[in-house]
């Protein structure tokens, strides 16, 4: 079983709508988790973190966290086609040492 | 406050020589990752540094590949006899401690290697 666990996609999403990002982890104590955008060509870019069970929001996005269910999510309001790229989702290690990445999401949001 | 700081941006080696990745981190940081990307595939961890130590080189392949992070100057990665499969982006990102709650990690614009 990978560390950190994201469906590649595509995900496709219409311009305006609701695009939903999902992630599980493996390891139960893990206590920090962070979303990256990584444009393609360009390097990630921290968009949220989040730490504690239940939702944080920033604009547009809302991290969810379920840590009883190893569960990370991402949600992006009124998708925009800025918006389209390679959304990371990441944990730092159990001892701390490393911070490990799921593969990626690719999102495309749809004019 | 500046970034992370990567140089060079690009980088084209041809087999067989040697490549030097640099990496600054952030103001404050001073914990050190390396990753590696291929294209169309994922962040691939490399090795995590402290000053002066290396923490952890469970991603760093056995040969050619080495990195440090002397007490000063900038952390390097040091890729000797690349060939063409050494073709990739490395980012490096800094934090300030090491994992802990409410640390978050940064990226540098990253080098692209192309060996020829």
């Known amino acids: 079983q990978k560390e950190v666990e994201q469906n590649s996609g595509p995900l496709s999403v219409p311009e305006g709508a609701i695009a939903s990002l999902n992630c599980t982890y493996s390891?139960?104590?893990?206590?920090?988790f962070f979303w990256y955008r990584q444009y393609s060509g360009k390097s990630p870019e921290l968009i949220m973190s989040?730490?504690?069970?239940g939702d944080k929001e920033d604009g547009r996005f809302t991290a969810q966290l379920n840590k009883a269910s190893q569960y990370v999510s991402l949600l992006i309001r009124d998708s925009q086609p800025s918006d389209s790229a390679t959304y990371l989702c990441?944990?730092?290690?159990?001892?701390?040492?490393?911070?490990?990445f799921g593969q990626g999401t690719e999102l495309s949001v749809k004019p | 406050n500046a970034g992370v700081m990567q140089n060079p941006r690009h980088l084209v080696r041809r087999r067989g020589q040697e490549a030097r990745l640099r990496c600054s981190p952030m103001?404050?940081?001073?914990?050190v990752y390396w990753y590696r990307q291929l294209p169309e595939e994922g962040l691939k961890f490399m090795v995590y540094?402290?000053?002066?130590?290396?923490?952890?080189e469970s991603g760093m392949p056995k040969e050619r590949f080495s990195a440090e992070f002397p007490k000063e100057g900038p952390s390097i990665l040091r890729i000797q006899q690349v060939v063409r499969g050494d073709s990739a982006a490395y980012f490096c990102?800094?934090?300030?401690?090491?994992?802990?709650?409410?640390?978050?990690?940064?990226f540098g614009q990253g080098t692209r290697l192309t060996v020829v």
């Open positions: 990441a944990v730092w290690g159990n001892q701390g040492g490393k911070l490990i």
């Open positions: 540094l402290q000053k002066e130590n290396i923490i952890d």
């Open positions: 390891d139960r104590v893990s206590q920090s």
């Open positions: 990102a800094s934090s300030p401690r090491a994992g802990a709650m409410n640390t978050e990690a940064f």
């Open positions: 103001k404050g940081h001073s914990h």
């Open positions: 989040i730490y504690s069970n």
